[in-house]
């Protein structure tokens, strides 16, 4: 296994490498009628949204961190024709086309272009009046003409941290909750089996699963402790299916916290609810509750798994299984129930870790920022006008790749 490929034992342990996607033009083919379908609240503007982005990528570089881009490592990864096809092929018919003659068109087309380019351009989307030889054949065709997409945008990937993550010196490729985001793991997949730095990279769970999980539930509290949340995408049988993995073969965790929230957008997965910004210092939810369930996984002397449950506040939680004598969780909006719903819109707790005590936050932000500051955190600015109306924050719009091991 290639160890150096891949080390995350840690939320705070300091950033060396991570995965980002720069917004492309499939944020240009969002429209208003379609947003719920691609699971969007509002479109940002994409010029902006790049200056943005660029500005983030800019503040991880300035601090040492080297930033790759999904699109690269895929197109790294069909470098060879026959995997290329393979790819292409899959991913029309995940796309959900079924018509040889539509996959044809297609193939044709997504040939036509460089490997990266054709990366782009899934990921941007298909419009019918692109394939000039499309036509109407089909009842089908002419119930869905008013639809204009052949493959629809996949406005969610900037958002890097969802259809993958990285645990120890592993992966989980992920079986997303929606169809409309289950494409994205295929990228994913072939990153894991074929690209040259990363293909002997072990992985914990596999994108042809039954039960979806995602890496916004995905936390690594320690090098021997694994957060999930039982949210709304990520599924309780996930977790011990991930556990019986992770929990036996070769790995240096010995249990996972599996963490109970509500099921509903505003809590949309477990960094929503709460972030690791130091040793002992957590982002937090305003509206959390004290108490919380938290079951643990974990083997006994003969290998069999057990589960316990734990219930207590969030607090003494993360205390017993940190080792910690305090825990400071720090709200979201501080103390004011405004402040903190307006800001907690915006993925105010949710941060992104670049060293034990130092963050990247959204700009719009700026009382919870202040509250971290007065904390003794660290915090890096970024411009966040366009990139916030797609729900997500700093944390969601990154995939650590390495990360610096914490002194013991």
């Known amino acids: 296994m290639n160890n150096l490929a891949i080390n995350v034992n840690s939320e705070i342990g300091k950033l060396k490498k991570v995965l980002l996607h720069r917004p492309g033009k499939e944020l240009e083919n969002l429209m208003p009628e379609y947003l719920e379908r691609l699971l969007f609240d509002d479109i940002p503007y994409l010029k902006i949204a790049q200056e943005e982005h660029d500005e983030f990528a800019n503040i991880l570089r300035k601090n040492g961190v ?57 990921m941007e989307g298909i419009r019918k009046t692109e394939i000039k030889d499309y036509k109407l054949k089909n009842l089908t065709d002419y119930l869905n003409n008013d639809y204009p997409f052949i493959i629809d945008p996949m406005p969610n990937l900037y958002f890097t941290r969802d259809p993958f993550a990285t645990v120890g010196n592993g992966a989980t490729i992920h079986k997303m909750h929606t169809v409309t985001r289950n494409r994205e793991t295929l990228f994913a997949k072939y990153i894991f089996n074929c690209n040259q730095t990363y293909k002997e990279t072990k992985l914990w769970y596999d994108r042809s699963e039954d039960f979806s999980i995602e890496g916004g539930d995905v936390l690594v509290l320690n090098e021997k402790t694994l957060a999930v949340g039982i949210s709304q995408r990520t599924h309780p049988n996930a977790i011990e299916k991930l556990a019986n993995k992770l929990l036996t073969e070769d790995s240096n965790f010995d249990k996972i916290l599996a963490i109970d929230i509500p099921k509903q957008r505003t809590f949309m997965h477990l960094d929503t609810v709460f972030t690791m910004v130091d040793y002992d210092k957590f982002t937090m939810h305003p509206n959390i509750k004290n108490d919380i369930s938290v079951y643990v996984l974990e083997r006994d002397n003969n290998g069999k798994m057990i589960i316990s449950e734990e219930q207590g506040s969030l607090e003494d939680i993360l205390k017993k299984y940190l080792n910690l004598d305090k825990i400071n969780l720090i709200k979201c909006g501080g103390n004011s129930i405004i402040d903190a719903a307006r800001e907690q819109w915006n993925d105010g707790s949710n941060t992104l870790c670049i060293a034990p005590g130092e963050v990247i936050v959204y700009s719009r932000n700026y009382v919870t920022n202040q509250v971290l500051q007065e904390e003794g955190i660290k915090t890096h600015v970024m411009p966040s006008s366009e990139l916030s109306r797609g729900r997500g924050g700093p944390r969601c719009m990154s995939m650590p790749l390495i990360r610096e091991d914490l002194n013991k």
Not at 73 to 97: C, H, P, R, T, Y
């Open 66 to 122: 080297e930033v790759v881009y999904l699109e690269d490592l895929v197109a790294e990864s069909i470098s060879k024709n026959d995997v290329k096809l393979q790819f292409i092929d899959e991913f029309i018919e995940e796309a959900g086309i079924k018509e040889d003659r539509e996959t044809n068109l297609l193939r044709e087309y997504f040939q036509s272009f460089s490997n990266k380019d054709m990366i782009l351009k899934m």
